[in-house]
């Protein structure tokens, strides 16, 4: 069953991303920068820990 929801959700974002590209960029984009954002965070931590 989890297998199966896994294959549903992932033909759901394939016709999202083929359907709405903008969106789904915009998406992707915001995804990214709050990941690059959390790394730099924990860079900062452990440089201000280091000094």
Same mark, same amino acid.
């Given at each position: ?22 969106? $789904? $960029? ?23 820990? $280091?000094?």
């Amino acid at each position: 069953m989890k297998k199966v929801v896994g294959w549903i959700l992932l033909i759901l974002l394939i016709f999202y991303i083929g359907t709405q590209p903008g969106p $789904a $960029a915009d998406i992707a984009q915001s995804l990214w920068d709050g990941l690059m954002n959390a790394f730099r965070g924990i860079g900062t931590f452990f440089h201000d820990l $280091a000094t």
